[in-house]
């Protein structure tokens, strides 16, 4: 079965330095794989997308994603974080077979000034 | 959320009735897709539809119904046979069938059952 993990339910950094979202991912054939972010009570937010190529992927807001086949992950990272950066971040994936995304729990970031 | 508009923001509701949630787009997106999201849970997919007059159920899909008669519209209904309709219900699209097109989401409906 598919399945993507987002091992932790929150994660704390201090405004100015790099933060890490963790996300693992299980699925058939190649993956796709995106990065959302909700803001409360709102809907989300496309960040950034891997599908082939370079395995850093760059989006929106200096959010940044590094792919790594052989551990089967998409960490988000920005290397300093902002306190309008808090909110929920979810990690999605599917294979290039599927027809559906599978989304990860969640994880919110708090940034504290 | 600019494209996707779903209303009503709030929504409340009796036992035993039906409600129809509202989900249009102004981006041309040939699917469309509706997800239900619980708290400490991801989003799960509920209906989906790849192209006008014709949708797909997803994985819980028992107690909802969706009609496709328009491309830009893609109305959702909770019966009174959904046992736990409260939730926040997000509506996506993308511009063509498949994963590798991004989804796009609606600022959501929040559904209460009294």
């Known amino acids: 079965a598919q399945s993507v993990a987002q091992p932790e339910d929150q994660v704390n950094v201090a405004e100015g330095n790099p933060l890490t979202v963790k996300c693992t991912y299980s699925v058939s054939g190649n993956p796709y794989l995106f990065w959302y972010v909700q803001y409360p009570n709102r809907g989300l937010q496309f960040l950034l997308k891997?599908?082939?190529?370079?395995?850093l992927v760059k989006g929106s807001y200096g959010f940044e994603a590094e792919f790594n086949k052989s551990q089967t992950s998409f960490h988000l990272k920005k290397p300093s974080a902002l306190v309008s950066d808090s909110a929920l971040y979810f990690c999605a994936a599917g294979g290039d077979s599927s027809y559906k995304l599978i989304f990860g729990s969640g994880t919110r970031l708090l940034v504290r000034p | 959320d600019g494209g996707i508009t779903q209303s009503p923001k709030y929504l409340f509701r009796k036992e035993g009735q039906n409600v129809t949630l509202s989900c249009e787009q102004n981006?041309?997106?040939?699917?469309m897709y509706w997800y239900r999201q619980d708290p400490g849970q991801g989003l799960r997919l509920i209906y989906y539809?790849?192209?006008?007059?014709?949708?797909q159920k997803g994985d819980i899909a028992e107690g909802y119904s969706v009609s496709r008669e328009k491309k830009e519209s893609f109305p959702l209904t909770v019966t009174s046979a959904q046992k736990n309709p409260t939730a926040f219900y997000l509506c996506?699209?993308?511009?063509?069938?498949?994963?590798?097109?991004?989804?796009?989401f609606g600022p959501g409906t929040r559904l209460t059952v009294l």
């Open positions: 996506a699209s993308s511009i063509g069938q498949g994963i590798v097109n991004t989804q796009y």
């Open positions: 981006l041309n997106h040939d699917a």
């Open positions: 539809s790849q192209i006008v007059n014709d949708f």
């Open positions: 891997y599908i082939t190529g370079d395995n």
